[in-house]
């Protein structure tokens, strides 16, 4: 059987109002009609998804086409197997094609076929309803050729158009097929075209895409919200510039809305009642009570009594029932600062509330149930005391969901100026003292200073220098013996943001200050000659 002696009536069969090719049903399909499809789906999803819907559509026929020719005859070679398509395509009037040459290699698999098509239907609908094309547009045609050589060969082919019926000036489509190992990189941008577009995948990506553009909407909004109100009781310490500090305050603000137990760590004085309390604000608790209770400061009885509540007649003294905090705070949140210096028995009491989500008052009997979110906080190592037993590590793993661990000051080198200046503002405002001012002779001792109270120091120290002032401006006579006094000075600035002549001046200062000013030990401590060492400090002007 050769593919030139296939006729319409013997390809086609006709019988009880049906079209068949040799069993499976064909439609006959008004130009116009597909021309208007056409049209209306580039319109509705575009250029390319119309591409990839008809591209894929042309090769299913390709392919289906081939394998129906296989079944159905007996073919000379493969040749003219692979002729029959072309021949099929002209005679149901899809187009008309000139095999102009070919070349296939069975060891190597290549493959080679130049073809040119006249009468392009596909062109034909294109033009109908969207007009000339810059590109060639016989998506279909090409992808049929491509699906059934494919089949033919066994190998993935694809055909190219070069060149198209479509596009101004031209009179009949050219198109170039190969095996896809022949087209190397050419054939990259059309591949796409042959696969199905994962639409569930891509409905994912931009779901989490969504996502995260939401995320990072919401944390700019919390941000900006921080910023309106700086003045707001305890948040000048909430707005940062440091780097370490903002992460934190990012990882805060992302489970805060969430029941998420948080465990709130660093040094005393950091901040970390203020961070609980902006936690707390930017719940869906914000509107119930924020109660704290600092556990380290209460002996175990009462500790008991003020968390639980307690019946009238539980212990001397208890003449009414009273409520604990943990249903003062209802529907709200409670806050543990010193948690880890809460006794043993405390912790077993705390736990058991904790996992049953109920208490039992002192001196009652009946169980109540509790809705609270437990945020808390303690400058202990809590890892170390778990290992020697001082506390439990299933309270520790309840209470500690969430670790944020607050930086100390000496830490926040960025933050310490602006942190003083709106401290001194909120100081000032509580005392009516009007225009308050940091001289800023006193920069340079701020900074010396490692402020081991963290904040809390740091505002105290400016209360109590702004009390001492008559014009509402600090100068440096006006802070604390101890923050003049060179030995203290252990530089903490970080070093990130400095040129390198600053940390240079600062590392030999402090050199020479530990060798009480003894140049000879100090150049050699510092491996530099004594010559260099007067220099350096004649430039400073530390003669
Ligand atoms: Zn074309």
Redo the contacts with the bound molecule.
């Keep these: 059987m050769r593919a030139e002696d296939l006729t319409l009536d013997e390809l086609v069969s006709f019988s009880d109002g049906q079209l068949s090719l040799h069993g499976r049903r064909l439609v006959i399909h008004s130009l116009h009609a597909f021309a208007h499809l056409r049209g209306d789906l580039v319109r509705s999803i575009g250029l390319e998804q119309t591409r990839r819907l008809l591209t894929r559509y042309g090769y299913y026929s390709g392919q289906a086409d081939a394998a129906a020719m296989k079944r159905v005859y007996n073919w000379d070679s493969l040749d003219e197997w692979l002729l029959a398509g072309p021949r099929v395509h002209a005679l149901v009037g899809v187009v008309r094609t000139h095999i102009r040459s070919m070349t296939w290699e069975p060891e190597t698999k290549r493959f080679e076929m130049e073809i040119t098509?006249r009468g392009?239907g596909?062109?034909e609908e294109?033009q109908l309803e969207l007009g000339s094309s810059e590109e060639?547009?016989?998506w279909m045609?090409?992808a049929y050729a491509s699906g059934y050589a494919s089949f033919c060969l066994g190998t993935p082919v694809y055909f190219i158009?070069s060149?198209?019926?479509?596009?101004p000036g031209?009179r009949?489509?050219?198109?170039t097929g190969r095996d896809e190992a022949s087209w190397g990189e050419a054939i990259t941008p059309h591949l796409p075209f042959y696969q199905s577009d994962d639409i569930i995948g891509k409905i994912q990506n931009l779901t989490g895409e969504l996502k995260r553009q939401q995320d990072e909407i919401d944390r700019q909004r919390r941000r900006l919200e921080r910023l309106r109100r700086p003045n707001a009781p305890g948040t000048p310490f909430i707005e940062t510039r440091n780097p370490a500090f903002q992460r934190i305050l990012d990882v805060a603000d992302r489970v805060a809305p969430y029941d998420t137990a948080i465990l709130i760590t660093g040094e005393s004085g950091t901040g970390k009642e203020v961070l609980a309390r902006h936690i707390h604000r930017q719940s869906r608790r914000a509107a119930a009570p924020f109660q704290a209770i600092n556990c380290g400061s209460l002996p175990e009885t009462l500790l008991e009594s003020e968390l639980f509540g307690h019946r009238a007649g539980a212990f001397t003294g208890a003449v009414h029932d009273r409520l604990g905090l943990f249903e003062q705070a209802s529907g709200g949140t409670l806050f543990l600062d010193e948690v880890g210096e809460m006794p043993p028995s405390m912790q077993v009491k705390l736990l058991r509330a904790l996992q049953e989500k109920e208490i039992i008052p002192v001196g009652g009997n009946k169980p109540r149930k509790i809705d609270i979110r437990v945020l808390s906080a303690t400058n202990r190592r809590l890892a170390t005391d778990i290992r020697t037993g001082k506390f439990r590590d299933d309270l520790f793993y309840r209470l500690a969901v969430v670790e944020l661990e607050l930086p100390p000051l000496r830490e926040r080198h960025e933050d310490l100026l602006p942190l003083a200046r709106l401290l001194l503002n909120e100081i000032a405002h509580r005392h009516s003292i009007a225009n308050p001012r940091l001289d800023p002779k006193c920069h340079d001792l701020l900074f010396a200073y490692p402020w081991p109270g963290n904040i809390r120091e740091l505002a105290n120290t400016l209360e109590r220098a702004l009390l001492l002032t008559r014009s509402g401006t600090i100068h440096p006579d006006h802070l604390p013996s101890h923050l003049h006094e060179p030995a203290t000075i252990a530089f903490p600035r970080s070093n990130e943001d400095r040129p390198l002549a600053d940390v240079e001046r600062d590392h030999i200062l402090t050199v020479l200050r530990s060798t009480d000013g003894n140049r000879r030990k100090a150049a050699r401590i510092l491996g530099i000659g004594e010559t260099t060492l007067w220099r350096r400090l004649r430039q400073y002007g530390e003669e």
């Design positions: 098509w392009s596909e062109a294109h060639p547009i016989c045609l090409t158009e060149q198209c019926r479509c596009q031209c009949v489509c050219r198109a």
